[in-house]
Nanobody
């Protein structure tokens, strides 16, 4: 009943920028954390950035100063602005959110998007 839909991935040259978006829809009562994870080939999925409903953020050390996470609570949407991209940023990026639904508003559940490919290459 809750879906996360990502957009904005693609191919970009080193040093370039991309902006990812993820919109949550469905029977949403409240959203707590929203964030982005990524998984490169042969590696485990890792946290990139996360933001609370109040706007507090945390980032992986590898992206600090280059990536910015933000969210629009009215639109149930989280964004990831990625600047100064490097080849090592190449991965599938997954949106993640902790959401309570109207059917069970006292329970928090974790949801994932389908993933969007980001490729940094010249």
């Amino acid at each position: 009943q809750v879906q996360l839909v990502e957009s904005g991935g693609g191919l970009v040259q080193p040093g370039g920028s991309l902006r990812l978006s993820c919109a949550a829809s469905g029977s949403i009562f409240s959203i707590n954390f929203m964030g982005w994870y990524r998984q490169a080939p042969g590696k485990e999925r890792e946290l990139v950035a996360r933001i609370t409903s109040g706007g507090s953020t945390n980032y992986a050390d590898s992206v600090k100063g280059r990536f910015t996470i933000s969210r629009d609570n009215a639109k149930n949407t989280v964004y990831l602005q990625m600047n100064s991209l490097k080849s090592e940023d190449t991965a599938v990026y997954y949106c993640n959110a902790v959401i309570s639904s109207y059917s069970d508003f006292k329970r928090w559940n974790e949801y994932w998007g389908q993933g969007t490919q980001v490729t940094v290459s010249s």
